[in-house]
């Protein structure tokens, strides 16, 4: 096949040119994860030639996985990512090399995969592995790409210790909230979209370095899906950095398996006929002080984030709520993180309940 023919597009831009196709061809990037940043950023590196491709992810695809994981289709429901995405990529480019890797980023594995690649992309939706990443990256002089994104919203930066902040100059330590971890939150596919291919464009300007290109290193661009906007900010180096500041050789890489805790949410119904549960309300004073379950106790989620716990009530379950039912779940993350056994998440929360007290009266009422 006529890689001319294939490439014409972009060997036609001054910026790229045979020089810079060149370059592409040359390049091998890892993409830690094969997932809503890690699809659509690997499609687009393919189809731009970079001669060899990494991939790792230790995951399977799943159904719930199609909304945004636009490398995979139905057919590929249970079957592992890495195998499909390498299938996936060779049929689109079948000129380069697609390398997987079945497994999961730690902290033995990680010097062998960097050492043999020259720019790492970050497709991982978690704090520890972000973290891993980082510190491996300074450790064996690799720039990565970091992408993260929530919501509506989304964020991506090239990190390089070697000329600039690194990713812990940003965010010194895990976020206590536990927010944006684990894929537990929402996100809109676009927008993994978007942030997935400013990944692979900015992978791209790094290779082919032209000199009107002006990537994001040690700069935060982030985007606001909902007022479409975009800012970028410029990160500043901590001198007092927990990982950069130190001798790079000397980092110890340190990973711990994210743990992402399945709370069940049940209905007010089911609260209503639980027999052995302690009710708590996880809203701020106002909120409680305005109406509250009857026998519930009071618990503002605000405290737990500042880990002080509620007491433990032997043999009996939790149920947390708040208004909605979206801060009880992030309260009932952080008592699982400190060891409580059963808890649980009333769905729709207070609004829920209220609504469940009404239609019931007006059942007895009707009767
Ligand atoms: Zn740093």
Same mark, same amino acid.
């Given at each position: 096949?006529? *890689? +001319?023919?294939?490439? +014409?597009?972009?060997?036609?831009?001054?910026?790229?040119?045979?020089?810079?196709? @060149?370059?592409?061809?040359?390049?091998? &990037?890892?993409?830690?994860?094969?997932?809503?940043?890690?699809?659509?950023?690997?499609?687009?590196?393919?189809?731009?030639?970079?001669?060899?491709?990494? /991939? /790792?992810?230790?995951? %399977?695809?799943?159904?719930?996985?199609?909304?945004?994981?636009?490398?995979? $289709? /139905?057919?590929?429901?249970?079957?592992?990512?890495?195998?499909?995405?390498?299938?996936?990529?060779?049929?689109?480019?079948?000129?380069?090399?697609?390398?997987?890797?079945?497994?999961?980023?730690?902290?033995?594995?990680?010097?062998?995969? #960097?050492?043999?690649?020259?720019?790492?992309?970050?497709?991982?939706?978690?704090?520890? $592995?972000? #973290?891993?990443?980082?510190? !491996?990256?300074? +450790?064996?002089?690799?720039?990565?790409?970091?992408? !993260?994104?929530?919501?509506?919203?989304?964020?991506?930066?090239?990190?390089?210790? =070697?000329?600039?902040?690194?990713?812990?100059?940003?965010?010194? @330590?895990?976020?206590?909230?536990?927010?944006?971890?684990?894929?537990?939150?929402?996100?809109?596919?676009?927008?993994?979209?978007?942030?997935?291919? $400013?990944?692979?464009?900015?992978?791209?300007?790094? &290779?082919?370095?032209?000199?009107?290109?002006?990537?994001?290193?040690?700069?935060?661009?982030?985007?606001?899906?909902?007022?479409?906007?975009?800012?970028?900010?410029?990160?500043?180096?901590?001198?007092? %950095?927990?990982?950069?500041?130190?001798?790079?050789?000397?980092?110890?890489?340190?990973?711990? *398996?994210?743990?992402?805790? #399945? &709370?069940?949410?049940?209905? !007010?119904?089911?609260? *209503?006929?639980? +027999?052995? !549960?302690?009710?708590?309300?996880?809203?701020?004073?106002?909120?409680?002080?305005?109406?509250? &379950?009857?026998?519930?106790?009071?618990?503002?989620?605000?405290? /737990?984030?500042?880990?002080?716990?509620?007491?433990?009530?032997?043999?009996?379950?939790?149920?947390?709520?708040?208004?909605?039912?979206?801060?009880?779940?992030?309260?009932?993350?952080?008592?699982?993180?400190?060891?409580?056994?059963?808890?649980? =998440?009333?769905?729709?929360?207070?609004?829920?309940?209220?609504?469940?007290?009404?239609?019931?009266?007006?059942?007895?009422?009707?009767?």
């Amino acid at each position: 096949m006529n *890689s +001319k023919q294939r490439y +014409k597009r972009q060997i036609s831009l001054p910026e790229i040119g045979e020089e810079g196709q @060149e370059k592409l061809k040359k390049a091998s &990037i890892l993409c830690v994860g094969a997932g809503g940043l890690g699809s659509p950023a690997l499609l687009y590196l393919a189809a731009a030639g970079i001669g060899r491709i990494g /991939i /790792i992810d230790f995951d %399977c695809v799943d159904l719930s996985n199609l909304q945004r994981q636009v490398l995979f $289709t /139905i057919n590929d429901i249970g079957k592992s990512k890495t195998e499909q995405a390498q299938q996936k990529l060779l049929s689109l480019n079948p000129q380069i090399i697609v390398e997987r890797y079945s497994e999961q980023l730690n902290a033995q594995n990680i010097e062998t995969l #960097f050492q043999s690649y020259d720019l790492i992309i970050d497709g991982s939706d978690n704090f520890e $592995t972000k #973290f891993l990443i980082n510190d !491996a990256a300074i +450790k064996y002089n690799k720039p990565w790409i970091y992408g !993260a994104i929530q919501g509506f919203d989304g964020q991506v930066s090239i990190f390089d210790a =070697s000329q600039g902040p690194c990713y812990r100059c940003l965010y010194p @330590e895990k976020p206590k909230t536990r927010i944006a971890n684990c894929a537990e939150t929402g996100v809109i596919g676009a927008v993994a979209g978007i942030i997935g291919v $400013t990944q692979a464009l900015q992978a791209i300007q790094m &290779i082919v370095g032209h000199k009107s290109f002006v990537p994001l290193l040690g700069k935060l661009w982030i985007l606001d899906g909902h007022m479409m906007e975009t800012k970028t900010l410029n990160i500043p180096k901590n001198p007092n %950095c927990p990982t950069c500041a130190q001798e790079h050789k000397n980092i110890t890489l340190n990973f711990s *398996s994210p743990v992402c805790y #399945f &709370i069940p949410e049940i209905s !007010a119904e089911q609260v *209503s006929m639980m +027999k052995n !549960a302690v009710l708590i309300d996880v809203r701020e004073q106002e909120e409680w002080d305005a109406g509250h &379950i009857e026998g519930s106790l009071h618990y503002p989620l605000s405290k /737990i984030e500042n880990e002080n716990m509620p007491a433990r009530h032997q043999d009996k379950d939790i149920v947390l709520y708040c208004q909605r039912g979206v801060r009880s779940l992030q309260a009932a993350r952080l008592l699982k993180d400190h060891g409580f056994p059963d808890v649980y =998440s009333l769905s729709g929360g207070y609004e829920a309940w209220i609504k469940k007290d009404q239609s019931s009266r007006k059942n007895e009422t009707e009767a």
